[in-house]
């Protein structure tokens, strides 16, 4: 079975500019998350989808951050205007509690760096 | 809001001996769920056990065992025999009904050869 694929694995910005990345989650997984990892620190979910719709965005910068999942498969996660405390790792995962339980499946993350 | 407590950034040991990664938590809720996740350097967050707060039996996988104290709100890792593979990052993690996973701030954990 295939795993999370996140992309790009690595990206360097500069203040106010703009960023896409992009999430593809195990086949048939109904639930898709985008977390952040500063460094030093445990991740922090910033969405949860369920298919194509969003369960919890609570903590999501909405100012500058939007993310999707349009068909309930792939997700694209935006950051227009970037900030300096915005260079961390984002991480996507995915779960299907029918074929696994509570489990959640991490992709390898992005790692955002901006100057 | 639930908060998850690792007091130990750091620890180091050497190959084949047993160690105890610490982690506390805070929540007023009865039902939940706790988990232990890894991450290698460079490497993608697995899983490495899980604990239904139901249940009183504490989990095992394989060199891995949890000592689950739900009245005092804690929840250890156990590794034996530890191995070269075992360095890593390690999380401790919270979920309660809604899926979302709240994780602490990390264990550095070194096995020395």
């Known amino acids: 079975e295939a795993g999370v694929a996140q992309s790009p694995r690595y990206k360097i910005i500069e203040k106010r500019q703009s960023v896409a990345f992009w999430c593809n989650p195990i086949?048939?997984?109904?639930?898709l998350y985008w977390y952040q990892q500063i460094l030093g620190q445990g991740p922090k979910l910033l969405i949860q989808?369920?298919?194509?719709?969003?369960?919890?965005d609570s903590q999501l910068p909405k100012d500058r951050f939007s993310a999707e999942r349009l068909k309930g498969v792939d997700s694209t996660l935006k950051i227009q205007p970037a900030k300096l405390e915005d260079s961390a790792v984002y991480l996507c995962?995915?779960?299907?509690?029918?074929?696994?339980?509570?489990?959640?499946?991490f992709g390898p993350g992005t790692r955002l760096t901006v100057l | 809001a639930q908060t998850v407590t690792q007091s130990q950034p750091e620890m180091s040991v050497q190959e084949a001996e047993t160690v105890t990664l610490s982690c506390t938590y805070d929540t007023s809720e009865n039902n939940y769920y706790l988990f232990w996740y890894k991450q290698p350097p460079s490497r993608q967050m697995i899983l490495v056990i899980r604990q239904e707060a139901y249940k009183q039996q504490n989990a095992t996988e394989n060199r891995f065992s949890v000592n689950f104290q739900k009245a005092a709100k804690s929840f250890s890792l156990k590794i034996s025999d530890s191995q070269l593979g075992d360095t890593a990052m390690y999380f401790c993690a919270f979920m309660f009904r809604n899926e979302k996973l709240t994780f602490g701030t990390g264990t550095r954990l070194t096995i020395i050869p």
């Open positions: 995962a995915s779960s299907s509690y029918l074929t696994s339980g509570h489990e959640q499946f």
């Open positions: 989808f369920q298919n194509n719709g969003v369960v919890d």
């Open positions: 086949s048939g997984h109904a639930t």
